[in-house]
């Protein structure tokens, strides 16, 4: 972390300002500057993500799966079934579980992943 001024006109940067990504044997590594304002005054810091050390859980497997279940099913929706979607979707403003969906395919992709986690909570 260091402290930093910059010039008029970029004074109040924040976010990556680099990404650098080493592939190893081990796994990918990402190495970022980023900025960002803490109390007022403009902050550096350098971060380094590294591969993933711990196992998936069985929830975590769960979801990737339930996720993968939604996606192949909207691939494969008919276009009659598409219609029934999009006007459920402009009805609700896209609105599902508290959530405001921008797309058609996030919506349905998160229905189908609701009603398949209530399946599996029966």
């Known amino acids: ?3 930093c001024k910059f010039p008029a006109g970029i004074e109040h940067v924040s976010g990556t300002l ?3 990504t080493i592939r190893t044997a081990e796994g990918t590594i ?3 500057v980023f ?3 803490r109390n007022g005054k403009q902050r550096i810091y350098f971060r380094e993500y590294g591969p993933r050390t711990t196992p998936l859980t069985k929830q975590e497997k769960q ?9 192949r099913y909207y691939k494969n929706l008919s276009t009659e079934q598409r ?3 999009a ?3 402009s009805k609700t403003g896209g609105i599902f579980n508290g959530k405001k969906y921008s797309t058609l395919r996030g919506f349905i992709i ?3 992943c609701a009603e398949m986690k209530e399946c599996e909570n029966e």
């Open 1 to 3: 972390m260091a402290n």
């Open 18 to 20: 680099s990404k650098k």
């Open 30 to 32: 990402t190495q970022r």
């Open 35 to 37: 900025a960002c304002m």
């Open 63 to 71: 979801a990737r799966q339930r996720f993968a279940q939604a996606a």
């Open 83 to 85: 219609a029934q979607y």
């Open 87 to 89: 006007e459920l979707f």
């Open 110 to 112: 998160a229905r189908c």
